[in-house]
């Protein structure tokens, strides 16, 4: 891990055509090597398939505007705790509990052991939420991945903070490169709801996309308890 970490940052700090291809993988990488990332996973899945319309185009622009919302996230909240002189993306406790009570909360509904229709018909149920559910679910998760993220993207922004010095177009394009990477894995990730709804048509069984759908419930609750262990451990 340390030695990949080392090749990319040289990568990274190299010539800039080659910089630009590092960026993009390490924006690949801080989904793949990072449990509380990964966590993402399931949790668009779950999002999906609680969605009504669920086609193969809908399913990657849905998880593409979660992916949006948790890059939004983090970019305003690197930005607010850096100004505070604090470290970047530094949250805090009641951050990390607020996405793992999120996860926690999300996941049993999953599980269909919770009902969230809280406030009756004034809420928008999930089935209905769609792209503006898809994004406010972004939004909050990406507070508490805001530590975990801007690790991943300290090479870059070392590399970037000399590069803007020559050019802000490159260096904007360092950054996007990097995000480009990181929300590919996601998109992807949500794109496979459509290859298990696929499945359980086929399969004919009203129950598996039950248990399918609980499973990944399962899934974003231990990636909530996992938030909680990493903080106190």
Known sequence: MIDLFD???????????????ASFTWGVLSIILSPCHLTSIPL???????????SGRRSALLALTFSIGILASIAVIGIITASMGRLMGD?????????????IVFGLYLMDIISLNWLGGRMPKIER????????????FGIGLGPCTLAFLAPI????????????MKAVLMISAFG???TAVIVVGGSMSTVIIRFTKWTEDKATPVYVRRVLGLLVVVGGIYYLYNLYR
């Not at 922004?157 to 802000?168: G, R």
């Open 44 to 54: 668009v899945l779950g999002y999906i398939s609680k969605q009504n319309e669920a």
């Open 91 to 103: 949250v805090g406790v009641w951050g990390i509990w607020l996405t793992a009570m999120l996860l």
């Open 157 to 168: 922004l070392a590399s970037v903070y000399n590069i803007a010095n020559e050019s802000m």
């Open 180 to 182: 480009m990477g990181h």
């Open 129 to 140: 939420a769609g792209h503006g559910g898809a994004m406010l679910l972004g939004l909050v």
């Open 7 to 21: 090749t990319l940052s040289q990568a990274v700090a190299g010539q800039f055509g080659f910089a630009l291809v």
